[in-house]
């Protein structure tokens, strides 16, 4: 069954420094999208993305925070200076069309 | 907003008993319902969705959930737990059409399963 990876599992980073979390969508969807689960907390949504561009974004979602589909198969959050408060689990999914959406595993980003 | 309240934050069964994980939306219109499943150090499964029709559906591992839009709940259940079940369960909906793409999760419901 086809299913969205992520890489890497785990982020340490120092804060103040960029990080790319790498996402590989189901093949033939079409809508991607980034959310995040700080620690006890709910799944929050971050972006949304088709055709190449954004589609829709929360308030989370500053100018720290880009997306980007550099090739035909990968997708990348890309976090320009982090902070402690961006330590999180940062899962990615992806839907053919905009209703079902199949989650990753995540990865788990540690500001430190 | 639409928000969705997930009032347990910890279930406790037994194994073989039956379990009701309850589900309460804010929302105007008939969202898209969804509950996923999230194991330890595991992604988010997709267990079912509801998007019309027949009230009650079935998912995966032999869940089942109705959606009741007089209470404007979309409760989770399952007749006969297995350990396997010890997880964290999120409902989730999605509201709007066309541009609106986002889901909004309710804070979780950890299910502990007793052997």
């Known amino acids: 069954e086809p299913e969205v990876t992520q890489t890497p599992s785990h982020q340490v980073t120092q804060m103040g420094q960029e990080v790319i979390l790498r996402c590989v969508p189901i093949?033939?969807?079409?809508?991607f999208y980034w959310y995040r689960q700080i620690l006890g907390q709910k799944v929050e949504f971050l972006v949304s993305?088709?055709?190449?561009?954004?589609?829709?974004k929360s308030e989370i979602f500053d100018d720290q925070f880009s997306v980007e589909r550099p090739d035909g198969s990968n997708f990348t959050l890309k976090i320009r200076s982090t902070k402690l408060e961006d330590s999180a689990m940062y899962f990615c999914?992806?839907?053919?069309?905009?209703?079902?959406?199949?989650f990753g595993p995540g990865t788990r980003l540690t500001v430190l | 907003a639409q928000s969705v309240t997930q009032p347990d934050i910890h279930i406790t069964v037994s194994e073989g008993a039956s379990l009701e994980l309850r589900c309460n939306y804010s929302?105007?219109?008939?969202?898209?319902l969804f509950w996923y499943v999230q194991s330890p150090g595991q992604g988010l499964q997709l267990l079912l969705k509801?998007?019309?029709?027949?009230?009650l559906v079935q998912g995966i591992k032999g869940f089942e959930a109705e959606f009741k839009r007089s209470q404007s709940s979309f409760n989770l259940r399952k007749p006969s737990v297995h350990w396997s079940d010890a997880a964290e369960y999120f409902c989730?909906?999605?509201?709007?059409?066309?541009?609106?793409?986002?889901?909004?999760f309710g804070k979780g419901t950890k299910l502990s399963v007793i052997p």
């Open positions: 509801y998007f019309s029709g027949d009230t």
């Open positions: 093949s033939n969807h079409l809508y």
């Open positions: 989730a909906v999605k509201v709007g059409g066309a541009g609106s793409y986002q889901l909004t």
């Open positions: 993305f088709y055709n190449n561009e954004i589609s829709e």
């Open positions: 929302y105007g219109a008939t969202p898209y």
């Open positions: 999914a992806s839907s053919s069309v905009t209703d079902t959406q199949y």
